[in-house]
């Protein structure tokens, strides 16, 4: 996990067969967050992953995409945002 501004970067070495993916280190009321994530983007595409924010982590819905259709084939980084462009969520 990297951090620039306001933009968690979290790297998945892997595609999960089940589709989903749990960030378990931004889990809902983190103390090291000073807010919510309010947003999640896959990097290298133009799509927004579906997310939920609970106690035991963001759960990320992953699009359908086939993982070799992706730039990668290694690793995907997701740009998890923690406060919106001009406040708006």
Not at 71 to 77: E, F, S
Request: hydrophobic share 40%; with cysteine.
């Amino acid at each position: 996990m990297s951090r620039t501004g306001d933009v968690l970067y979290a790297t998945a070495l892997g595609w999960p067969s089940s589709g989903t993916l749990t960030l378990h280190t931004l889990y809902k009321n983190n103390p090291y967050l000073s807010t919510s994530i309010c947003s999640v983007k896959l990097l290298g595409t133009d799509k927004n992953v579906d997310f939920h924010q609970q106690a035991d982590g963001t759960h990320l819905i992953l699009p359908a995409i086939i993982p070799s259709a992706l730039p990668a084939d290694i690793a995907w980084v997701f740009a998890n945002r923690t406060h919106s462009p001009g406040g708006r969520v």
